[in-house]
């Protein structure tokens, strides 16, 4: 194959700044999970962007932070690990938000990455005027010296296919790393666990979204063989939690079975019948074995 190029991409960024929205959006369909909570996104997630020109294997980072749990440092671990491997890292900025000292800590960090060509893209472009958006890029470009900058929008589609294309030219030349079809390394069972996440951590606050975790305990295929049974774990830490996440007469809990049942079917064929069970595990986020069980 001639003129083919393929490679791995990160987008790295404060949290909430829309790297899972734009990786969903650059490869056509939910891979990462989407919450207005700061720090929720966990794996690192492989979405895979097909041109006919090549091939763009994206890794989802966490958010870059200082660590503050022992999940915290595991997930720090995970970012130092992925960036150290890409070709391209992608620095995200939001556009209604000024360059401050978060973004400048994570520029710095892209120093342990010396070897990956650096890109900058202003998220949420659709959100501020010209001006402001202009003094954005003046702004970013100040960090360091770019491969290329760019302003895009996840949500209204703007210069998606440019950012595309700037990334396929900054990688290596090579045969296709992956099958044409395929979308995602992860599992049916992780994405179906991911989308449960998402649904439970609609409409909770403070510090439950980092409690929240899903386990998928077993998948039945029924005699029919197009129906699924899915029996799903949500863990959370304290007894009261169980309690937010079940609601008052079981309505909250009703709620996300619903919407992640909707959302499994999304990429799936066939049909899917979700059962949540709400465990509580006592301080996992800060307990090893507990870490390992969930998949941590
Ligand atoms: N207006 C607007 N909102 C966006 C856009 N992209 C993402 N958002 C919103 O910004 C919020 C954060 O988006 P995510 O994609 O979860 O952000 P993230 O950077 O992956 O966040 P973490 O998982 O915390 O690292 C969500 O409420 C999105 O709907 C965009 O292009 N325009």
């Known amino acids: 194959m001639t003129n083919y ?16 929205t734009l990786t969903n959006a650059l490869v056509g369909e939910k891979i990462a999970i989407i919450s ?6 966990r794996r690192a997630v492989r979405g895979i962007v097909h041109r006919e020109d090549g091939q763009i294997i994206i890794v989802d ?3 870059m932070h200082r660590p503050r749990t022992l999940l915290g440092e595991r997930l720090n671990d ?13 620095f995200c900025v939001p556009a209604n938000e000024p360059v401050g000292p978060g973004d400048r800590f994570i520029n710095e960090q892209l120093e342990e990455a010396p070897k990956a060509r650096k890109i900058a893209i202003v998220t949420k472009a659709e959100t501020v005027s010209r001006d402001v958006l202009a ?20 949500a209204e589609d703007i210069q998606l296919d440019t950012l595309t294309g700037i990334i396929l030219a900054l990688l290596p030349d090579s045969e296709p790393l992956y099958p044409s079809d395929m979308k995602t390394e992860e599992s049916f069972e992780q994405r179906a666990a991911e989308l449960v996440r998402e649904a439970a951590l609609e409409g909770v606050h403070d510090e439950l979204p980092h409690s929240i975790a899903v386990t998928v305990e077993e998948i039945v295929t029924r ?11 949500i863990v959370v830490e304290r007894d009261s939690q169980k309690g937010i996440i079940i609601g008052r007469g ?35 986020q800060r307990d090893p ?8």
């Open 5 to 20: 190029r393929a490679g791995f991409v990160t987008f790295v960024g404060r949290p909430n700044v829309g790297k899972s």
């Open 36 to 41: 207005d909570k700061p720090q929720t996104t």
């Open 61 to 63: 980072t966490p958010g």
């Open 78 to 90: 995970v970012v130092h690990a992925t960036l150290a491997e890409v070709d391209v890292i992608g």
């Open 135 to 154: 003094a954005r890029l003046v702004d970013v470009q100040g960090l360091r010296e770019w491969d290329d900058i760019v302003p895009v929008s996840a």
């Open 223 to 233: 005699d029919d063989g197009v129906t699924r049974e899915l029996y799903v774990n």
């Open 250 to 284: 079981g309505e909250r809990l009703k709620r996300i079975r619903e919407q992640a049942q909707r959302e499994i079917s999304q990429i799936t064929e066939g049909r899917v019948i979700v059962s949540i069970r709400v465990k509580v595990a006592k301080e996992w």
């Open 289 to 296: 074995k507990q870490l390992g069980r969930l998949g941590f």
